[in-house]
């Protein structure tokens, strides 16, 4: 198998000599590179540790996703990163396959994904005859349209909103902005709000530029956001866990099996890397081969 074993035992040498590991560290290291050697002999990939790309270990830890929680697959991840960067630090490598690769968040795991009739069920399923009926279904449809994490859309601004050019600028983490396409649908929501429900309101100081508030005319908090999603999967009896995350994720979903390239979602959901994207969505490999077939002139 293309001399993996060779470099293993190099590898395990190092370890042993100049990290000075137990043996049962040693082992698990191990065990971790002998994973990935079986994945590629079983599919066929006949690749050095020196020519493996890091789409090839992307694709191996998919595979392991499916079998393994968070946390080992985090451990399998370091124990890669650390062959790898064994290989650049002896110069059989210039470069490491898991650059981008990032350890998965232990614990977190992603929230269902909504149909597109289960999100206009619970967008049906709002009072309009309250008076905060036209801003739900407004703060609704945002999240859904434009894939927004909870906290970019509490902290969403009157000025932020590019109606004519067809745009909302959202700020996300680090305070990194970009710029959202925003749909006719969710805009004429968003107007039917501000003309109604906020053009009533006492507005404190402060929030004067503020664009989704609360009765008392301040912004809303982040939790109210999951209050209004909770009372509704209940009106419905939607049995599913949901939360705001769940429209960022359906939203990044459907665009997905749509046909919308990653590059773009990647763009729209403001993550820094495309792996982000790739680990976030959980990418359905069956989808992936049909876009090749569909798609590749030698398929």
């Given at each position: 198998?293309s001399n993996w074993q060779s470099y293993l035992k190099e590898y395990q040498n190092y370890l042993r000599l100049e990290r ?46 499916k079998n393994v929680n968070a946390s080992s697959q985090s451990r399998i991840i370091s124990g890669l990163k650390s062959f ?216």
């Open positions: 198998m000075g590991l137990s043996e049962n560290t040693i082992a698990n290291y191990t065990f971790d590179i002998e994973k990935l050697i079986s994945f590629l002999e079983s599919n066929e990939i006949d690749v050095s540790p020196l020519k493996i790309t890091e789409e090839v270990v992307q694709q191996f830890i998919y595979e392991i996703a790898f960067n064994f290989l650049v630090f002896e110069d059989y490598r210039n470069d490491t396959p898991m650059e981008l690769i990032e350890v998965p968040k232990v614990g977190r795991k992603l929230p269902d994904t909504l149909s597109t009739e289960e999100i206009d069920n619970l967008i049906g399923a709002i009072d309009l005859s309250k008076n905060e009926g036209e801003r739900n279904r407004a703060i609704l449809e945002t999240l859904y349209s434009c894939g927004l994490r909870v906290s970019e859309l509490v902290n969403l601004k009157l000025s932020d909103l590019f109606f004519e050019e067809g745009f909302i600028k959202v700020t996300g983490k680090g305070d990194k902005q970009r710029f959202v396409p925003i749909g006719d649908v969710t805009q004429k929501y968003i107007s039917f709000y501000i003309k109604g429900y906020r053009n009533h309101l006492e507005i404190k100081k402060g929030h004067e530029d503020t664009l989704f508030l609360n009765r008392r005319g301040k912004q809303l908090t982040r939790a109210m956001i999951f209050t209004i999603i909770k009372d509704l999967v209940v009106k419905i009896d939607l049995k599913k866990t949901i939360s705001p995350h769940t429209f960022r994720h359906s939203f990044a979903t459907h665009l997905l099996e749509n046909g919308a390239d990653l590059r773009s979602i990647q763009l729209m959901l403001g993550h820094e890397s495309i792996t982000t994207t790739e680990v976030y969505m959980h990418l359905d490999r069956k989808f992936l081969s049909e876009v090749l077939n569909n798609y590749h002139p030698r398929k």
